[in-house]
């Protein structure tokens, strides 16, 4: 098995497993969400789902920001990109991300001028080699990415820049966590926090899901042992009662998140009433968009967007999949009609999402896992 | 766009003390440090970035682990150090 094939502490990995079977009360099922598209893709990779006890099933969040960019969002760029004069930049991410008519990668192969970029500031170079021209940045992702935005504009200010603007699809993590706390469809028993976007915010924004709902919450690192011991806290909590906020991710996550990338955001942009999350629907105070003082780097200001909402195709069920109510696999078009190579869904499109990782790593079942770990 | 990667901080631009050159699974290329001004890192010393920002600084043994994650991921850490290796924002 990988994990065991790989992974140099295969013996501390069992013996965590062990410590976490042990916390399960009899008869009791528990839930355990990860926010982070990243965890997703270590559960998957390494098969931590077949190390627990049968009584504790992982529920993949929301926290896949390519993912939950709602179809909409996607028509409006395309729109934008189609203007005269217009250079779009975009994330690579984001290219194969289909709107009801077609993607980034489609519309570049029929003559739009779309640019893949690794970085914000590549796009603003862009827009100081291109005078004439007018270049827009697909500005995605949760606060992980939003500081990298709202450096560039303020860069941009600084140089006096006329022809770079951003269209904001920034989104926040705490909002959607509430949204799914507050759904009727799904009984979770704890949080595995996401690890980077924690670096920008800290810890502090979960304590609501402490305080308020009761349900312990671990920030956690990217290693399968990161994982495990999160998952060990978690059920700590549980077993004594107890429902706090954690940080196993300290060796990289200060507990007051960085000071400069918070002040950058909230110097340039602010949240939106309500933003449309791909399977989550509106959700208040869920996004940013710009400031009124950035208006000329505001692209939705500068530029006619349609904002026409568009509902998702009829055999995709990333909303679903989004909220964990439903597993990649029991997805109607999972692996048939959509997959990584023809994705009808977000969640198949970005390496991070649900079904992508499960596509990729999931072959094994538990039965056949249990086996080879075993020999 | 997602995924943090380490790298190496190896230089500081003379006249744009917010821009590092680092070194990033042999890769080097300029990144913005501006995020880091309480805690300003110093050659040597390595960084998580995200999308050419430094995000948090790491001592080596995260940066270690961190790559060993990075390169277990496969496709999706090609496609960010190939996007990385595009990079020019200097």
Known sequence: MRFVDEYRDADTAHALAAKIADLCEPGRQYKLM????????????????????????????????????????V??????????????????????????????????????????VYSPLDSLKIARQNPDKRVVFMAIGFETTAPST?????????????????FCNHVTIIPAIKAILDSPDLRLDGFIGPGHVSTVIGCRPYEFIAADYGKPVVVAGFEPLDILQSIYMLM?????????????YSRVVPWEGNRAALMAIGETMELRPYFEWRGLGFISHSA??????YAAFDAELLFKVPGVRVADPKACQCGEVLKGVLKPWECKVFGTACTPETPIGTCMVSPEGACAAYYNYGRLTRTRVKEASRS | MCLGIPGEVIEFLPDQPDLARVDVSGVRRVINVGLLVDEPPK????????????????????????????EGIGRAYDDELAALAESRIE
């Open chain 2, 43 to 70: 050659p040597g010393e390595w960084v998580l970035i995200h999308v050419g920002f430094a995000l948090s600084k790491i001592d080596e043994e995260e940066a270690a682990s961190a790559l060993a994650f990075l």
């Open chain 1, 150 to 166: 709202a450096m560039t504009v303020l860069r941009a200010a600084a140089e006096g820049l006329e022809n770079f603007s951003v």
């Open chain 1, 34 to 73: 990860e926010v982070c598209g990243g965890h997703t893709h270590t559960i998957y990779k390494h098969g931590l789902e077949d190390y627990l006890p049968e009584a504790i099933t992982l529920v993949h969040g929301p926290g896949c920001p390519v993912c939950v960019i709602p179809m909409g969002r």
């Open chain 1, 288 to 293: 940013l968009r710009m400031r009124h003082e």
């Open chain 1, 236 to 248: 700590l909590q549980l077993s004594e009662r107890r429902s706090e906020v954690e940080n196993q």
């Open chain 1, 75 to 116: 028509d409006d760029a395309m729109h934008l990109a189609a203007e005269p004069d217009v250079i779009m930049t975009s994330f690579g991410d984001m290219m194969r991300v289909p709107g009801s008519a077609g993607s980034f990668f489609d519309a570049k192969a029929q003559g739009t001028d779309i640019r893949m």
